[in-house]
């Protein structure tokens, strides 16, 4: 069989599970991206734009930051970032993605233990699967779950460091992960509580610096900056030991082309424009909130306040077609399916951004009820 033909059948296959991918372009009214503020086209990073031009930030970085491609725009916004999260020192990478691979594969070492919720990111177990670390997974936001799994590994001779990997917000659920709880257990363990907060920076804490700002706890946070921060990049934000280790240990950020300087000064003005004008998350609670009193009113769904509302549908082909009919009518939402989530919970992942009104937040409900009397 050719190379062609395996990979042929391989796509057919997909297709006939009603889970082949495709690249499709925007429609509508933005329910697909996780652009929560609306920063991404906003006059706000367009004047901030010009200014880096301006004053000679370069677009590109040019290599890696170990050789010529590191920037003071860089330095900058580590600094800037280290401030604003709480920590003792920040790293840009080029991707949330990057990032997590470059925590698990390089801080957690032979003998150490990687305890991480059921639904943790793909990219976690990307890490993780590089890293020299034993992963063992503990039931999704269940701490009890967690503490058993912990115990367990223990008694069978366990010694190493803990890290205990979550998502403060979930992807695909949209629930809020137990933090409190979590770090009660990272404290008694002497773990490390790494918390992925890609979905709440610029949405939830004090000035959108997350859920896990407050913790009592020692933390290794990830701030994504191409969802509410409307860039690109994410930032390691966590005790200087262990983001000089990375500079010198993890291979997505040692051999990586360094992220563009001009992305940099973007970040940093989305940053400051947390700090100074509070209506921006303002105005994403509120968004929130209304769509969550909408989804239930309209449609009887019931849930955690985030800016995600899973709508289960569960056949794939069903929540197909119901993305597809949803972009017909100028709604731009997106079917989710497995294995990005489990099996037989096929999904509209409705998530709420800032290039949407409350009227259309309602105006999609009523289409989605309309949906749900169509099939009864």
Avoid at 286 to 310: F, K, T
């Amino acid at each position: 069989m050719t190379v062609a033909a395996r990979l042929g059948g391989g796509l057919e296959a997909l297709a006939a599970r009603h889970r082949l991918r495709r690249l499709a372009p925007r429609r509508g009214l933005d329910f697909a991206s996780n652009d929560y503020l609306g920063l991404s086209g906003s006059a706000l990073l367009q004047d901030a734009a010009r200014q880096a031009l301006d004053r000679g930030v370069p677009v590109g970085s040019g290599g890696s930051r170990l050789l010529r491609g590191n920037h003071p725009e860089h330095e900058a916004l580590e600094e800037e970032a280290a401030g604003f999260f709480g920590a003792e020192a920040a790293l840009y990478m080029g991707g949330g993605f990057q990032a997590n691979q470059a925590i698990f594969s390089t801080l957690p070492a032979a003998g150490d233990l990687v305890l991480h919720d059921a639904l943790i990111h793909a990219s976690a177990h990307e890490g993780m699967r590089l890293g020299r670390a034993e992963a063992r997974t503990f039931p999704h936001n269940d701490v009890a779950g967690a503490r058993q799994v912990l115990a367990d590994w223990r008694s069978a001779g366990g010694a190493g460091q803990v890290w205990i990997a979550v998502e403060s917000i979930y992807s695909m659920e949209g629930d809020l992960a137990p933090l409190a709880e979590l770090a009660a257990l990272a404290r008694a363990e002497n773990a490390v509580l790494v918390v992925d907060e890609a979905h709440a920076t610029s949405v939830f804490g004090p000035q959108g610096r997350g859920l896990a700002h407050d913790l009592d706890a020692e933390l290794l946070t990830l701030h994504t900056c191409g969802k509410g921060l409307g860039v690109s990049g994410g930032l390691i934000c966590g005790a200087r030991v262990m983001i000089d280790t990375l500079i010198n240990r993890a291979r997505p950020f040692i051999f990586a082309t360094a992220p563009s300087p001009f992305d940099a000064a973007l970040v940093r003005a989305a940053l400051r424009a947390l700090e100074v004008r509070p209506e921006l998350q303002q105005a994403a609670q509120d968004r929130m909130h209304h769509a969550w009193s909408e989804a239930q009113r309209l449609c009887g769904i019931r849930g955690p306040a985030s800016q995600i509302v899973p709508v289960i549908i569960g056949p794939d082909s069903a929540a197909m077609d119901r993305a597809q009919d949803l972009q017909s009518q100028g709604f731009d939402i997106r079917g989710i399916r497995p294995p990005t989530v489990p099996r037989g919970t096929a999904r509209l992942r409705v998530s709420i951004t800032g290039n949407v009104r409350e009227d259309d937040i309602t105006a999609l409900f009523q289409a989605i009820a309309d949906q749900q009397m169509g099939a009864e």
